[in-house]
């Protein structure tokens, strides 16, 4: 569905524009979308970069393109936990820990993107 937004969006909007993204949920009971995954880390984590990469084209088009990702006070809890991603550690399962983790998880993968070379020439990203 991200996808589809982020492919509608590019079609239908003439101007190149900063994008701001504030978005999300927290579920307090652990529910799995119909691929399986979490649906807070779906939505929160996966959603933020699926939206991102989707809106590369019309960046691209924008003389000082920007996007903002909206996080959360609640990260300031939660260190990141690499080894589970999807909260199948959290036992039990509680919503309100599931989407500080999320917000950190954003945090840490634009860090992560910016501090691994995201270069921005106008035209392209390079990722090394």
Not at 93 to 117: E, P, S
Request: proline content about 3%.
């Amino acid at each position: 569905m991200i996808w589809v937004y982020g492919a509608l969006f590019i079609q239908f909007y003439v101007h190149p524009i900063d994008r701001s993204k504030n978005a999300g949920c927290m579920i307090n009971q652990k529910e799995l979308t119909e691929e399986g995954l979490e649906k807070n880390f779906a939505t929160n984590t996966l959603g933020m970069h699926l939206l991102t990469t989707g809106l590369v084209p019309l960046l691209q088009k924008s003389k000082n393109p920007r996007v903002v990702t909206v996080s959360s006070g609640g990260m300031l809890v939660q260190k990141l936990k690499k080894d589970d991603l999807q909260f199948e550690q959290l036992l039990p399962f509680d919503g309100t820990m599931a989407y500080a983790q999320n917000k950190r998880q954003q945090v840490d993968y634009l860090r992560l993107r910016i501090l691994c070379c995201i270069c921005w020439d106008k035209k392209e990203w390079y990722t090394v």
